[in-house]
């Protein structure tokens, strides 16, 4: 299942629809090279979510952690994480036993110490300006969280 943006617009709509629906706890893994637009869409994602003000990309910090009136929410960019190890200085063992919602960049770098995902958000560049997303289910409940289709061409596989 997957769509395409015809712009950073419709990638951060499309993020914040699925923040408006989903429920807690999420696990989503956003998947795929730099600048492919995981951080516009998790910042979509965090906004629908009910995250007031403005919402930085985790780059350097790995962590950002947000309270919205709908509970907890943890934004991660393993980019620059060396092992899995160092998830554990991060302090994310305290939300591990809480609902939250998780967005989570650079998944595969976390090695077995993340928890494991609803969803993956896998993104690629079709075009230069059209991004690609393909969406995987890796629960069942997640299937409900998904929103409208974004303005770009849907498209199977
Ligand atoms: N269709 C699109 N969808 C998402 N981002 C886009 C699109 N077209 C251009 N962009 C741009 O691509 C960049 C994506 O950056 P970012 O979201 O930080 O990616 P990542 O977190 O994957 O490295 C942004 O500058 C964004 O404006
Ligand atoms: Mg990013």
Redesign the pocket.
Known sequence: MGW?????E???AWGKGLGETLTIPAVIF?E????????????GVLRGFGVPGRVK?PTYTLIESYASAHGPALHL?L?RLRDGEELEFLGIRDYLDEAALWLI?WPERGGGFLPEPDLRLR?S?AS????RLEVLLATARAASWLPFPPA?EEHDG
């Open positions: 395409s943006f015809p712009d950073p419709a990638c951060h956003l795929g090279d730099l600048g492919v637009g995981k951080t516009t869409l998790a910042q990309s960019d980019y960049e993104l560049i230069p300006g059209y991004h770009g």
